[in-house]
């Protein structure tokens, strides 16, 4: 893997960028000299989104008293240089040596400063250098109405290594905070940036590599960093592809899906269609007995098996010769309704990996999560969306803002592989955590929810069957996957045009378009 893919992978806290900062440094490099550097990287880049024409583009400048406000108006004098109109909007008298140096140039040099944010009104472009990873207290009063001034202006607006006013590891809006259109994130990826809660502020986020060196990366997160940023290198790395030329059905994996009720049919025909999107060598799919022909018309390949069902038409038991034991891996959930409580405590009991989803998650709540999930011995993943989440684990209610410390809570309390779904979602094991970076709304549509579940069950089997030791990537596999395909059928069919039948339909070309290398 080469530097660009492996920087690409790491999140830090602002804690840890301060560090890694400190050893270079300490090294010898001059501060200057690397903030010339890193805003000479900047500049370009805003050059390059915003090319200068016969008519000037006029941007305007938001700068704070620290080094975010430096690299700010290091930018500002290229920019002035380059032809470009720069006013500065500049709310604070005190500030940081350096900046300081820089800011007397840029006066000296003759560079326009406005009194009011108002005044920066008719700019094409606003950059903010307010606040980067040193921001460290809410912003309040003239700062924040100035803020809530200009987020009202949609304008084109580039933040310096973050929006300032986002907290740099929890993407809290800390009062209140830039609402940028495009983020130039400095050095390495800034944990908050990942957040959901973070997105509606940091628009297109983007990463400047300014070589901070790999030994002052790796002495402060070490050689695996316990935060991992999903890219497309990393599933490269654990697809299970290409498969061994000589191999057969059950050698890639037999999965068995226990999904669906009168009430929600659909839901097992959509979880079967996330399983088929994986490849999995074997389906079989326990659905009520009413159910079956709607199953076998939809997926020929599958062994369909009907259950017994309630009054109301939800699974009441497995049929007689069923052998739970006999499944690499058994995905239990999507649309059983909570009335399916002694098949969700039969799965539970087995000693097979178990992915629980929705209904089965709901189930598991009521039977009270870690005491039951203490029991088990084989692997056992989550997926909750916020409300279940909520639900499976209310004493983390406290933390339901920070996705990623809940995520991680979860895994640790449990022992179990936890996926929070959501814009960003989040996976974690008891001793790591893996963000999905790049997603789309157009998967916030019922169902998508099924496929994803369909999808792990199946990468889950095939990764038992072929002894694979560490299950956890399969699963981070899973969501990545199905967050590709959700950008690739938006491409095609706008963010409205992705519904979960669609998203199945875009598992396999999304695959064929990032690894032909591989097919
Ligand atoms: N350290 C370095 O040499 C480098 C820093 N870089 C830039 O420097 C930034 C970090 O610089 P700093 O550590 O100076 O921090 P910031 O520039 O983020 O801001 C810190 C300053 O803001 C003040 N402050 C914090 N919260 C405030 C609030 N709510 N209201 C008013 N004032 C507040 C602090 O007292 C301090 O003076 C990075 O984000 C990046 O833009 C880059 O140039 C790369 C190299
Ligand atoms: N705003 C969003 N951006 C990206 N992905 C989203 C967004 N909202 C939802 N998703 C994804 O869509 C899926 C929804 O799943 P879920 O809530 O279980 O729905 P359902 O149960 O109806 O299938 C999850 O994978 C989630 O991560
Ligand atoms: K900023």
Redesign the pocket.
């Known amino acids: 893997m080469n530097r660009h893919e492996k920087i690409q992978q790491i999140a830090v806290t602002a804690a840890q960028m301060q560090e890694i ?1 400190g050893r270079i440094f300490a090294g010898g490099m001059p ?1 200057a000299a ?2 010339e550097k ?2 000479g990287l900047i500049y370009k880049r805003v050059q390059s989104l915003f090319p200068n024409s016969s008519v000037p583009i006029k941007v305007g400048f938001l700068i ?8 700010g108006l290091v930018v500002a004098r290229e920019l002035h240089f380059r032809g470009y109109q720069v006013n500065i909007y500049r709310p604070f008298s005190k500030l ?1 040596d350096l900046t300081a140096q820089h800011d007397l140039y840029a006066q000296s040099l003759g560079i326009c400063y406005v009194e009011n944010v108002a005044d920066l009104q008719d700019c094409d472009l606003i950059i903010d250098g307010l ?9 309040k009063d003239n ?1 924040a109405e100035a803020i809530n001034e200009l987020n009202e202006w949609s304008k084109p607006v580039i933040s ?2 973050l929006p300032s006013g986002l907290h740099t590891d929890t993407g809290e809006v ?1 009062g209140t905070a830039i609402k940028a259109t495009h983020t130039l994130c ?2 390495l990826w800034k944990l908050g940036l990942l957040h959901d809660r973070a997105l509606e502020y940091v628009g297109k986020a983007e990463l400047i590599d300014f070589d901070i060196p790999w030994t002052d990366i790796t002495a402060i997160l070490g050689e695996t960093p316990q935060i991992q940023r999903v890219t497309t290198e990393f599933i490269k790395q654990h697809l299970p592809l290409p498969r061994p030329p000589v191999t057969h059905k059950y050698k890639q994996g037999h999965l068995l899906l226990i999904c669906g009720s009168r009430k929600y049919a659909g839901g097992a025909i959509l979880t079967g269609l996330g399983a088929r999107g994986s490849g999995v060598g074997m389906l079989s799919i326990a659905v009520p007995e009413s159910l079956k022909p709607l199953l076998v018309s939809h997926l020929p390949e599958a062994l369909i098996i009907g259950c017994e069902e309630t009054g109301n038409g939800a699974i009441s038991s497995l049929p007689d010769g069923v052998n739970l034991g006999s499944y690499d891996a058994i995905a239990c959930g999507p649309g059983i309704t909570t009335e399916a409580t002694t098949i969700v405590e039969e799965v539970l009991a087995n000693n097979k990996p178990v992915i629980l989803d929705a209904d089965g998650l709901n189930i598991l709540a009521q039977m009270g999560t870690i005491s039951t999930l203490e029991k088990r011995q084989a692997t056992t993943v989550l997926t909750p969306h916020a409300g279940e989440f909520k639900r499976l684990f209310p004493d983390l209610e406290n933390l339901q803002q920070n996705r990623v410390e809940a995520v991680k809570k979860a895994a640790e309390l449990t022992g179990a592989i936890v996926l929070l779904k959501g814009a960003r979602t989040a996976i974690a094991n008891t001793s790591r955590i893996w963000i999905i970076p790049e997603s789309t709304p157009a998967l916030a549509r019922g169902g998508s929810g099924d496929v994803l579940t369909g999808l792990i069950g199946g990468l889950l089997a095939q990764g038992i069957a072929a002894n694979t030791n560490s299950l956890v990537e399969r699963v981070v596999i899973a969501a990545w996957w199905h967050a590709q395909a959700g950008i690739l059928a938006a491409k095609e069919r706008t963010e409205l045009g992705v519904d979960a039948f669609t998203l199945t339909q875009f598992l396999n070309p999304v695959l064929a378009n990032h690894f032909s290398s591989l097919l």
Do not use: Q, S
Request: hydrophobic share 45%; no cysteine.
């Open positions: 900062e501060v690397l903030m890193v805003a704070g008293p620290g080094h975010n406000g430096g690299d940081k606040f980067g990873f040193g921001l460290e207290r809410e912003i700062l310096i290594d800390l400095l050095g």
